[in-house]
């Protein structure tokens, strides 16, 4: 990881920075003002890189004060001279607002094309629309006396529904076709009927958890699903939550799992604050909207949020009930920095937003696994030595779909609030080490806990919890993808991760469509095509990735381009573009070693792991566990170019051996189910094959 800092830094000093050439170029006044502003902040970004980290001024301090807070907030956000745009006025979706300074895409406004993530959707989204409505529903009818139709019992229970109902709504918007219009209109008309019996339709006011899952959905099914019947299914759910004392009055203990009902009560935030904006939207009575955000309001987290504005040690705080009473459950409590986010769009009160980045600096910093992943031995944040001795000794090591669809939740929400491309370097990771690592659900047993352990690990399904809350989330975290991907300002056009897709701009007089075809992350280049009515002039923006390991180039139509401006991360390719115009970014991929890829004591205690790029590398061995360990070969001392040699497959490498054995190195991502491999490695230990 030292030696990729060093190659950005000098990236970037030689890239952006060459001043005089640009005062040289002559430009229309808009563009001299637009070039002048981009230089500014060129340097800004160039200062913010120079450091360890770029956000790690906020974990660094040990403010408390709220004087201390504001100076802490500047040096962390972008400065005012970063933006270069404001942003348009939102449209009629109620997740869209004024507040930020990117705006995403929404469902059905990306189209995925042929490629690595594509083929994980397809399969996944395949095995979700495999299971009949009928078996869906069986157990809520059968419990309520009601026809069970054509159903099947598959022991379809709890929570997952109210996260199919969303991800089914949302695919519909995303990909549509009549196989998901019919399912649907069934699962709307089946929802009806059971929500009329049971106004939160999992059954029980004394499941907030769930709660949030079903609501969401039946907003989800309303905005993306096109179905009236989802907010009215919105409205019975609040009407009943709004007149229990449960609700009203909430237990909001610090931690996960309190005594009861209140399970993960911190994460309603967000689903309460979505009603309060799809009813404002609806015109409801200004009463109404009034009430519900009264109530929104209740399920704020300060008892968690002040640890991270008031820059505090999170480990000196235990969480007082419940199940987890060590240390704070992992999923949970990032998820809950989403609902912070919800708060910060609803009440552009900057503590949230503080909190968030103070919270994400945290995560990234020493939380953080080689994968993404995070959250070790029973989902926990735990200290640096606890989590190494959890990779050593644990087989669960990451809770793959919920987290992950949380994580590029919170990486999209940040990213439009700061306009900042960095956050977008935690969701490609996760896209490659977790959504399409995964391996697929069968019989309703997910891929739920990934498996880094340091003597061996092995993709397998969590066959002791059907239907659980994962076999849920992984539809909502696939679909989240297709959010994450690009963004756009009133002017400009942005492109985060690297997925063979097309997305339409809309301009003032014109549609751009951008077409990403690529062989990514097997190839280092991607390119870009663009096709528009008529020439246009806008910037092309793509996330600067933090695994650099050379120069980025940038060819337009075959042609290298000089300079690309860095702003906020972005490299932004300026100028008029014509219709057919082909970009192509060349972005160096190289091996980082490292523990957590960040800071770590590379001592005898610590634990090892290879990323090359955003891809975890792990180690292949196809006989049995016992025969070899790559620690076995693997010296500390020695470069890992001169180690790993690349074989004629893309992203495999040959591990150097004194025995010539044929030992390869692949992604993570290509391990397919009880295939062993080695990801972290206990270098400087004795492996328990010596
Ligand atoms: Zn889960």
Redesign the pocket.
């Known amino acids: 990881m030292f030696t990729q800092r060093v190659n950005t830094i000098e990236f970037i000093s030689t890239k952006n920075l060459e001043v005089d050439e640009l005062k040289n170029i002559t430009l229309k006044r808009t563009l001299v003002l637009i070039v002048a502003s981009l230089l500014s902040v060129s340097i800004i970004s160039c200062q913010n890189i120079s450091s360890t980290t770029p956000t790690s001024s906020s974990t660094s301090s040990t403010s408390t004060s709220t004087t201390d807070y504001t100076t802490s907030l500047e040096t962390t956000l972008p400065s005012t001279t970063d933006i270069t745009t404001t942003v348009t006025i939102p449209d009629d979706n109620p997740l869209k607002d004024n507040l930020t300074k990117l705006e995403f895409f929404d469902y059905g406004e990306v189209t995925m094309l042929e490629g690595i993530f594509k083929d994980s959707y397809d399969s996944s989204m395949a095995y979700y629309m495999g299971i009949p409505v009928d078996d869906i529903l069986y157990g809520w009818r059968a419990a309520l006396g009601l026809d069970t139709k054509t159903g099947v019992d598959q022991g379809i229970n709890g929570n997952v529904l109210g996260q199919w109902i969303s991800g089914f709504s949302r695919y519909y918007a995303a990909v549509g076709g009549p196989e998901i219009t019919e399912k649907l209109n069934d699962l709307t008309a089946g929802l009806m009927e059971i929500s009329i019996l049971r106004p939160m339709i999992d059954g029980s006011l004394t499941n907030m958890y769930g709660f949030e899952k079903y609501l969401t959905g039946c907003l989800d099914l309303f905005h993306y699903g096109q179905k009236p019947e989802g907010l009215i299914m919105a409205d019975r759910m609040m009407a009943a939550a709004m007149q229990s004392s449960i609700y009203t009055s909430p237990i909001k203990s610090l931690g996960d799992n309190g005594p009861g009902y209140e399970i993960e009560w911190y994460t309603l935030g967000e689903a309460l604050l979505y009603y309060v904006n799809t009813i404002k939207q609806e015109k409801y009575p200004i009463s109404s909207v009034r009430e519900a955000t009264d109530f929104a309001m209740i399920y704020v987290y300060p008892e968690f949020w002040d640890i991270f504005y008031q820059d505090l040690n999170i480990f000196d705080y235990n969480p007082e009930t419940g199940q987890n009473i060590d240390f704070f459950h992992a ?1 949970s409590h990032l998820n809950c920095y989403n609902s912070a986010a919800a708060y910060y769009r609803q009440t552009q009160d900057e503590y949230y937003l503080t909190s968030m980045i103070r919270f994400f600096d945290f995560m990234r910093s020493s939380q953080e696994l080689v994968t993404g992943g995070f959250g070790p031995r029973t989902e926990w944040f735990l200290p640096e030595e606890e989590i190494i001795v959890s990779l050593q000794t644990r087989h669960d090591n990451y ?1 793959n ?2 987290d992950t669809y949380a994580t590029y939740k919170l990486t999209d929400y940040l990213m439009r609030f700061t306009g900042d491309a960095s956050y977008g370097n935690w969701a490609e990771k996760l896209l490659y080490n977790s959504t399409i690592a995964s391996i697929e659900i069968e019989d309703g047993f997910a891929f ?1 806990y990934s498996d880094y352990n340091s003597e061996f690990g092995m993709k397998t399904l969590r066959t002791d919890w059907k239907w ?3 076999a849920g ?1 992984r539809m909502q975290n696939i679909n989240q993808v297709l959010k994450n991907i690009y963004y756009h300002d009133t002017e400009n056009l942005y492109v985060n991760l690297f997925v063979n897709s097309s997305v339409d701009f809309e301009r003032p007089d014109n549609t751009v469509t951008l077409t990403q075809n690529s062989l990514f992350p097997y190839e280092d280049t991607v390119a870009v095509t663009l096709n528009m009515d008529q020439a246009d002039t806008f910037s092309l923006k793509f996330r600067q990735p933090e695994w650099l390991s050379g120069d980025v180039i940038i060819q337009v139509n075959d042609e290298v381009i000089p300079s690309a401006y860095l702003l906020n991360n972005w490299l932004t390719v300026h100028r008029e573009w014509q219709d057919g115009d082909v970009l192509e970014i060349t972005m160096p991929m190289g091996f980082t070693t490292n523990v957590f890829e960040h800071q770590f004591d590379y001592g005898p205690d610590g634990v090892w792991a290879i990323n090359y790029g955003p891809i975890t590398m792990a180690c292949e061995n196809n006989d049995n566990i016992y025969s070899f360990h790559p620690v076995d070969y693997l010296d500390i001392n020695t470069a890992l170019t001169d180690q790993l040699i690349p074989s004629e497959t893309p992203l495999h490498f040959l591990l150097v051996n004194d025995e010539d054995e044929t030992i390869i190195y692949k992604p993570f991502l290509e391990f397919e189910k009880h295939q062993i491999y080695y990801m972290y490695l206990n270098l400087y230990q004795y492996s328990i094959f010596d």
Request: charged share 10%; hydrophobic share 0%.
């Open positions: 999923y809770e779909q919920c739920y659980s809350c994962c989330s």
